[in-house]
């Protein structure tokens, strides 16, 4: 592999907690991965780990062929941008973008092409003889972003790069994102972010972190098609989780039987069976579940209904419902086998 990052079982503890548990994850050239979990992990942890802000406890960090984990921080060739900016306030956003070239020690004619070029791909020509406090957040984080790809590197990571955006700038953000990746096609990105639909809109794959360990790694259709397990059905896209008792070629749940694809699952045992919410139907059909409805929502395109199901909340997403149904209304649901994954038995919660 010429480029790319590569952890091999890096472990990373404070005052002996471990908060990253023997990571195994491979980023390969050109390639996004996000790295999406819940505060606290351990994302940050493992990007830092990347960085050299960290030193692992065990494991090794590659960059490409080189073993990069003795390397101080300067000598990895990485580009870094966190979620608060971190411009130096005092200078203007050229000199700001220059800064790694010059401790990088780069001749200065190389270093006015490479500071214009870095404005020009990130849309902030215009504003090179200003000085941060001049400018709005989303365009201090764009300097930002000029800064860490004006040295050039092979690795670039961005750490909730846009969680200190408001929501309508956060969207035109990653749509610059996605643009600016496909400029710059060799260059691997991990992505640390709490937010699925930045993972799910920007990664080529995407590393689930839950409490320390990476539970689950694939593309964003494979993990929301065919989650492995509950925590990643739920924090990759929201699913309805409900527990059932695998038969033969069926689940009984609540004791209703529905087709599904049962895998290798035994007869008589525990199962979670997952489904997502906009993949109900409401009425008759295939894999017909009965209820009553608890709760409705509108969120202008869809409308939420919450139906309690022999005691477990089902929720369904709607479109085009005309006439809703009122609350305490008996509904009938209906689903595809092909639109259920049946997942191992874990801790199902009813308290979304
Ligand atoms: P995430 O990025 O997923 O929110 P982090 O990697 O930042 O998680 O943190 C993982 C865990 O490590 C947390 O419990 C956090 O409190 C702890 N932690 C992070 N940095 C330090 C530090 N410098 N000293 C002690 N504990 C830390």
Known sequence: MSGGIRFDSVTVAYDGNVVLDSLDLTVGTGEVMALLGPSGSGKTTALRAVAGFVRPASGRVFLGDRDVTDLPPYRRGIGMVVQQYALFPHMRVDANVAFGLKARRTPKAEIRQRVADALEMTGMAAYARR???????????????????????????????LSALDAQLRSGMLTELARLHRELPDVSILYVTHDQVEALTLADRIAVMDRARLRACGTPRELYRAPSDEFTASFVGGANLVPVTVGAGSVSLAGAEVKVDTGGAVAGARATLCVRPHLIGLGPGPNQLTGVIREIQWRGATHRLYVEVGGHTVLADLRELRNPPGLGDPVVLHFAPDDAVLLPAGVVGDDR
Do not use: F, N, T, Y
Request: proline share 10%.
């Open 131 to 161: 000085h941060p406090r001049e400018l709005s957040g989303g365009q201090q984080q764009r300097v930002a972003i000029a800064r860490a790809l004006a040295i050039r590197p092979d690795v670039l990571l961005l750490d909730e790069p």
